[in-house]
Structures are given as structure tokens and as C-alpha cells.
């Protein structure tokens, strides 16, 4: 089981206690809610321009945003991803929030992985449960 964390020239995500983070998802989070063998996702931080690059490519959305997750599972056993963060989203989001670049960045990294595990946030009744699983993944996490 892989959980990387990667940064694009020129980006630094202050991301720290790696090992406890990777852990933290793959136990609490994806084992929580899938039944799979292998789990081998990579983060990659990027800045919002590089972020609207991928969007209009891949999404045809012309749009600034602070994840974009690309689920790359062969099959059902196996959870293969990459999910890309914008540190300029989080840094915007955290101040437009009032909460600190670190619990935002923890947010958007466990929203991603949400997704991978089937939250959706189309309608505002999914919205609300993601927004709650976010909340519980925060809360537990910054326990330990």
C-alpha cells in the first residue's frame, strides 16, 4: 500500500507528518469504506494554474478549483489514483474560511479520497454528507 506526495517545480506544500497522514487514509478512511487489496495513490501539488490546465484538458471545465481526482483502479480490488491540489486554492479557500492552510489542505486531501470512496457532492443532500465526512476525517485526524 503506496500513498506519495509529490510537488510540481516551484511548489511547496507544507505538508508535514507524511507517514502519519498515509497511514491515517489508508486506515481510517479507505479501509473504512472499501474492501481492496492495493492501494496506490499519488498527490501531486501544483499551483491554480497548472490545476486549469488539467480541468479544461480533462474535464472541459474552464473553472479554478482546489482538487481535481483521477481514478486509475484497473479493478475493484485495487484503489490506483492521482489526485491533483492547487496550494493556491487552499491558500485562498483557508483565508476566505478563516482556518489555518493546514486544516484546509487536510480537507481537500480527504475530499479527495472521499470521492474515491464513493461521496459524492453534485447535490446539495451529497454536499452536506461530504462536507460531514470531511468533518469527522478533520476532527479525528488532528485528535491523534
Do not use: P, W
Amino acid at each position: 500500500m503506496a500513498i506519495r506526495y509529490f510537488e510540481e517545480e516551484g511548489v511547496r506544500s507544507r505538508l508535514k507528518q507524511k507517514r502519519t497522514l498515509s497511514k491515517f487514509i489508508s486506515e481510517d478512511i479507505i479501509l473504512k469504506h472499501l474492501d481492496v487489496q492495493q492501494i496506490d495513490i499519488n498527490y501531486i501539488f501544483c499551483n491554480d494554474e497548472s490545476l486549469l490546465e488539467k480541468n479544461i484538458a480533462f474535464l472541459d471545465h474552464n473553472t479554478l478549483t482546489d482538487i481535481i481526482t483521477f481514478d486509475l483502479s484497473a479493478t475493484e480490488d485495487d484503489l490506483m489514483a492521482e489526485l491533483y491540489i492547487s496550494v493556491d486554492r487552499v491558500a485562498d479557500n483557508a483565508a476566505a474560511f478563516g482556518v489555518s492552510y493546514e486544516q484546509e489542505l487536510h480537507r481537500v486531501i480527504f475530499h479527495g479520497i472521499l470521492h474515491l470512496c464513493g461521496f459524492k457532492d453534485k447535490t446539495d443532500k451529497e454536499a452536506k454528507e461530504m462536507r460531514r465526512q470531511e468533518d469527522l476525517c478533520i476532527r479525528s485526524y488532528f485528535k491523534q
